[in-house]
């Protein structure tokens, strides 16, 4: 089967599974670096299929940028994970994505930013996410967001 002739379905099927999987490696409190090397892997393939998803959607884009930043920032990458925490937030705000998804690509760039020894960025950054996680109407979300924003304020 070629890439053609893989169907919408079965793009969405590995999209999912590849991003659960990047998160697996994600939620472990220590990685070698093949489970590393392993995760950004993942992260990319998720986000490739994604993009072959007829219907996917610009916060399918936002999600997948986010990880792919997050994923970096995990594995001391800075910059790249500055370049998808800046593409996260170009799709968010082009698309008006709802908040939650906004304030993650301003938490992104704020994670990339203390990897890079930008610490006004990052504190420009948090604070831009703290005011999108105001926004936020779900109370699960919010809380997700701003206990995420925690775990960088401690590394200003």
């Known amino acids: 089967m070629t890439v053609k002739e893989t169907s919408t379905f079965t793009h969405k099927q590995l999209a999912v ?3 659960n999987a990047t998160w697996d490696i994600l939620d472990l409190s220590e990685r070698t670096k093949e489970e590393e090397e392993k995760m950004v892997h993942l992260a990319h393939s998720s986000f490739w299929h994604w993009t072959q998803v007829e219907d996917h959607t610009p916060k399918n884009l936002s ?3 986010w990880q792919l930043s997050r994923v970096y920032a995990t594995v001391g990458n800075g910059e790249r994970a500055q370049y998808y925490a ?3 937030l170009d799709v968010s705000l ?3 994505i709802e908040p939650f ?3 993650y690509a ?3 760039l704020g994670r990339a930013n203390v990897l890079l020894d930008q610490r006004d960025l990052a504190i420009e950054h948090s604070k831009n996410a703290q ?3 105001e ?7 919010k809380s997700m967001l701003l206990n995420d924003l925690k775990t960088i304020e401690s590394k200003k």
């Open 17 to 19: 599974k590849y991003f």
């Open 63 to 65: 999600i997948g940028y």
């Open 86 to 88: 800046e593409r996260c």
């Open 94 to 96: 082009e698309n008006k």
């Open 101 to 103: 998804y906004v304030g």
């Open 106 to 108: 301003y938490e992104a």
């Open 131 to 133: 005011e999108y996680a």
């Open 135 to 141: 926004q936020v109407q779900n109370e699960n979300e």
